[in-house]
């Protein structure tokens, strides 16, 4: 038997994981295929001794419901971004509770779980897919700390670049990297070698070990969140302006000294990024700054009051370490939507399998919201997360249902085109690379340019 070139293969399983990730699903049926014993399916690859893919030519069919999904959480991503300062009811929760935004993040973790299991629905070679799943968690975690990290700083000025001693390390894109290759591993080393699934029952027994781990990590995050005890901390801020020459730091005492707090100054959470990442390398502008407590414009940011606690301008992490933790979890839920999609081929028992434990979900965390553990997106507790990945299946089943099972593409072609073009949006919108474009064409100042002529100031 001739054996086909490494890198040819490998060429050719990254082609195919970019399909799959992308929401192409196979359709449900086999091909004969000489020397294959006339049991592959449509995603084998038959490697002649030429080393070219020999590909049966079977239609391929995408898979619209999860294109319209991610397009409808860029959008809302797009909406909170750009008008949650103005309506602080659908921004950001400052601390315990949840709003529209709220549900961004763990909705985009989501969808990268259940595009992983199409993804690596069949993998030929782990070594080669355990070397693209790190080497695309590096690029976008690397991607993260350019655009997160503070290096297009001033938009405004045209200023860019970043003293890597404060350098954020953390954000958005650092936090689905860690989450995606932590699953990505799971469903290339850790499932059933049975790909026969008859029933709910073995369809769990195929995937109860990665379930097992996705609860593994919850305990571990609950026993960390409630059990490590918070010491007394100090930071420190910058006086004076930075224009002035009369500058110099302050240092500021928070006393804490408590076991399993879950407030804004001495919970676990920011006390193992203090300890890790250092308050230098974490987000500034802390949400909670925007609490009663700390802004009396609450609940948008403001002035301090003259009473505020001495924690409200210490720097705070809200994609940190331990609550990334969780984050892993929302994409290991994301993977058991997508295992129906692979296993199940009727509509009504997947839409079936998907309502279900998402209405278990819900129910799971209002009663530990309702317990004393509150929703809470900076912390990433348990019954956020049940919260947030119940209403996430519940949304995509509902979003199944009218565009792959009623064919209402039109009424979701805007949804379904961003959501085909969803990183892209990300970086331009969110990352502010379209502001900096767009206000780089000036006039003599760069004041003059194109948002102060259309009538919007920069």
């Given at each position: ?110 969808i990268v779980g259940l595009s992983l299991a199409l993804a690596y629905k069949r993998v030929p070679c782990r070594i080669s897919a355990t070397k693209m799943a790190v080497f695309r968690a590096i690029k976008l975690f ?172 210490a720097p705070f992490e809200p994609e940190g370490l331990l609550s990334s933790i969780m984050a892993i979890v929302s994409c290991i839920l994301g993977l058991h939507y997508g295992h129906v999609i692979v296993h199940i ?114």
């Amino acid at each position: 038997m001739v054996l086909p070139n490494e890198n040819v293969v490998e060429d050719l399983m990254d082609k195919k994981l970019v399909e799959m990730e992308e929401g192409y699903s196979d359709k449900d049926q086999s091909v004969k295929q000489s020397g294959y014993n006339n049991v592959h399916k449509t995603t084998d690859l038959n490697i002649n001794n030429a080393g070219r893919e020999k590909v049966p030519s079977l239609e391929k069919r995408r898979l619209a419901s999860l294109d319209v999904f991610r397009g409808l959480t860029v959008a809302l991503m797009v909406l909170v971004d750009d008008v949650g300062g103005i309506v602080p009811t659908i921004n950001h929760s400052p601390w315990d509770g949840v709003t529209l935004a709220d549900f961004v993040m763990p909705m985009f973790l989501f969808i990268v779980g259940l595009s992983l299991a199409l993804a690596y629905k069949r993998v030929p070679c782990r070594i080669s897919a355990t070397k693209m799943a790190v080497f695309r968690a590096i690029k976008l975690f690397v991607l993260g700390l350019v655009l997160q990290g503070g290096y297009f700083h001033g938009v405004n000025d045209l200023t860019f670049g970043v003293d890597i001693q404060h350098m954020r390390l953390m954000g958005t894109l650092q936090r689905i990297a860690i989450a995606y290759l932590v699953s990505a591993l799971c469903e290339i080393w850790i499932k059933g070698k049975d790909d026969v699934v008859k029933s709910e029952f073995s369809l769990f027994k195929r995937y109860r070990v990665q379930l097992g781990i996705a609860v593994l990590l919850t305990v571990a995050h609950t026993a960390l969140l409630y059990g490590l005890r918070v010491p007394d901390w100090e930071y420190q801020i910058q006086t004076g302006s930075t224009s002035s020459a009369v500058t110099g730091k302050t240092f500021l005492s928070v006393n804490c000294g408590v076991r399993g707090n879950t407030g804004p100054a001495c919970n676990a959470v920011g006390m193992i990024d203090r300890m890790i990442l250092g308050t230098q390398h974490m987000y500034a502008r802390p949400i909670y700054s925007r609490t009663k407590q700390c802004s009396i414009k609450s609940p948008n940011y403001g002035p301090l009051p003259t009473d505020a606690p001495s924690w409200c301008q210490a720097p705070f992490e809200p994609e940190g370490l331990l609550s990334s933790i969780m984050a892993i979890v929302s994409c290991i839920l994301g993977l058991h939507y997508g295992h129906v999609i692979v296993h199940i081929k009727d509509h009504k028992k997947r839409i079936m399998q998907w309502t279900i434990p998402a209405l278990v979900l819900l129910v799971l965390g209002f009663i530990m919201h309702f317990s004393g553990m509150h929703f809470n997106k900076v912390l990433y507790s348990s019954s956020y997360t049940c919260l947030t990945a119940g209403t996430a299946g519940i949304l995509f089943a509902g979003i199944y249902v009218l565009v792959d099972v009623y064919g209402y593409r039109r009424l979701t072609f805007v949804l379904e085109w961003m959501g085909k073009h969803s990183m892209m949006i990300y970086i331009l919108a969110a990352c502010n690379l379209l502001p900096i474009f767009l206000q780089g064409f000036y006039w003599k100042n760069p004041e003059n340019n194109i948002f102060r002529l259309i009538g919007i100031k920069s």
